[in-house]
């Protein structure tokens, strides 16, 4: 049998499923992190970073059977991301991650996800200012 992954350790798709959608609920009220997004309908963003992330975290690798390599950098380029547009989806992702309770999400467990948010947020930025 193949290795339990953090993907199973947080409860798999439904603490995925949740995670995306605190975190689109709140895209959707930011004011600068809304503009950014070319659809009307966020549906489609939302079920995006949902395969991203299930994959990332050994999950089943539905997003690159439909998107082939993440290449996260490329993909935003059309997207000034600045300090303040990092700060704004961290904040969207902190409330997030704060949405999933104790049980699904131990403190390392939640901590592991916490820091690769800042981490990719952070590697994400292609602008200065
Ligand atoms: C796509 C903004 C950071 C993962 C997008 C899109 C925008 C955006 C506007 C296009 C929406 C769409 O998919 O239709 C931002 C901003 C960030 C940020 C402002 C600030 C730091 C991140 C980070 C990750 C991420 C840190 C991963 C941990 C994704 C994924 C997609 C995406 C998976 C879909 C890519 C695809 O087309 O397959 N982002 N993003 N983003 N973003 Fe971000």
Do not use: K
Not at 40 to 49: I, K, T, V
Not at 65 to 86: A, K, S, T
Not at 96 to 121: G, K
């Amino acid at each position: 049998t193949p290795a339990r992954t953090f993907y199973d350790e947080v409860g798999g798709a439904e603490t995925f499923r949740r995670l995306t959608a605190v975190f689109y609920r709140e895209v959707a009220r930011d004011e600068v992190l809304r503009p950014l997004y070319p659809e009307e309908d966020l549906g489609p963003a939302e079920r995006r970073m949902r395969m991203f992330l299930e994959q990332y975290w050994g999950g089943p690798r539905t997003y690159s059977d439909e998107r082939g390599h993440p290449r996260l950098r490329m993909r935003h380029n059309p997207f000034r991301v600045g300090p303040i547009e990092r700060d704004a989806w961290l904040r969207c992702m902190h409330t997030a991650i704060a949405s999933i309770d104790d049980d699904t999400l131990d403190a390392p467990h939640r901590q592991a996800l916490i820091d690769y948010m800042e981490m990719a947020a952070q590697s994400m930025m292609n602008s200065p200012i």
